[in-house]
């Protein structure tokens, strides 16, 4: 097969110059468009928070223009059939704004050959306020949903908690304001049929405790208004946590959705607990105030029981141990109102 040449320079094809569509990669980006670009692009932000209105929803990208506007062409113009056939990994990045102009540093990938094109188009910036700025102004709200844990807040699940309810797309657009507490979250929503659905969601998915009450505020157009408090008490648990189920200390050794599981320390007893488990037989949560954990190794078993030694005291527990572990073996004590366990 005889070597191909640049129809346009003359150069001939190589490692890092191969022919596309008949040219040079330098030629190339002199005669072709990597990305076929509108002539003119229709951005649509919020001119309080900057979120873009993109697909139908709200996406909070951060308040520099630029970025919003990167996200939104890469988002729906930089699509295959806008694309030069043969290209990959195609991205658009702003590198200026000004005068209705949009300035764009166009980057792909031919075979093994990084590719990179600046192009220009015409931007027109709408600037509409997002529901969740409008109602923020407004401060009027129709429902509040108060989430707490039994156990201490841990960011870690607040986040996931919220994470889970961001994917609700009319929770976030009913969203008013957003207080945070040492115990938890308050949220105040504009859609009271929304707030109940996501408390269904914390009860099926967390093990929620849901209770609803309504306050009178007033008529409007001759009806009665009353405003919905839903207060929602999650376990909040995480794994290792200790906790006293039906009077008996329990370390929870995983998280399931709408429950957990535990261990019970009197006879290691694997027991799934869901919502009504959890609810209606009552659980515990027990700080490191309420037992202490002490350092311990096996010395023998007597009569069916563990003979442990605390490491610092020297203390001797007999100890109902729920497997056989081998003598020597390093162990933790719980004690608990009086009672030692093993936590193994």
């Not at 569509?21 to 951005?43: N, S, Y």
């Not at 969740?132 to 709200?141: A, E, K, M, N, V």
């Not at 994470?163 to 040492?182: C, M, Q, W, Y």
């Amino acid at each position: 097969m005889g070597k191909r040449f640049c129809v346009r320079c003359g150069r001939e094809e190589g490692p890092n110059t191969p022919i596309i569509d008949g040219l040079c990669p330098a030629c190339f980006i002199k005669e072709r468009r990597m990305l076929e670009l509108p002539t003119k692009i229709r951005v649509t932000i919020c001119p309080i928070c900057g979120a873009l209105y993109i697909h139908g929803d709200w996406v909070r990208i951060g308040k520099n223009v630029e970025d919003v506007i990167e996200y939104f062409i890469n988002k729906t113009i930089v699509k295959r059939h806008n694309i030069y056939p043969g290209l990959d990994d195609v991205k658009a990045k702003v590198v200026g704004v000004e005068s209705g102009m949009v300035y764009l540093r166009v980057t792909a990938h031919y075979k093994n050959v990084s590719l990179s094109q600046d192009v220009a188009t015409h931007v027109e910036l709408h600037k509409k306020p997002c529901p969740l700025c409008l109602h923020s102004r407004s401060g009027s709200y129709e429902a509040m949903l108060q989430i707490r844990t039994i156990a201490p807040v841990r960011f870690d699940v607040m986040r996931d908690i919220g994470n889970r309810l961001a994917r609700v797309r009319e929770f976030r657009e009913s969203i008013v304001e957003i207080k945070e507490h040492k115990d938890g979250v308050d949220v105040k929503l504009s859609n009271q049929a929304i707030t109940r659905y996501v408390a269904n969601i914390l009860k099926r998915e967390y093990a929620a405790k849901i209770t609803m009450t309504w306050e009178n505020t007033g008529y409007l157009g001759g009806k009665r208004r009353s405003k919905l408090t839903i207060s929602a008490r999650l376990p909040g648990l995480v794994s290792g946590d200790i906790i006293e189920y039906e009077g008996e200390p329990a370390e929870v050794t995983k998280l399931k959705k709408g429950g957990v599981i535990i261990k019970r320390l009197s006879d290691g007893k694997v027991v799934t607990l869901r919502h009504d488990d959890i609810w209606k037989s009552g659980f515990k949560y027990l700080n490191e105030k309420d037992y202490a954990v002490l350092d311990g190794r096996i010395l023998n078993y007597e009569g069916g029981k563990a003979v442990v030694q605390a490491t610092d005291s020297g203390n001797i527990y007999f100890i109902k141990s729920p497997r056989i572990l081998n003598l020597g073996s390093r162990v933790k004590i719980l004690i608990y109102k009086g009672k030692a366990y093993l936590l193994i």
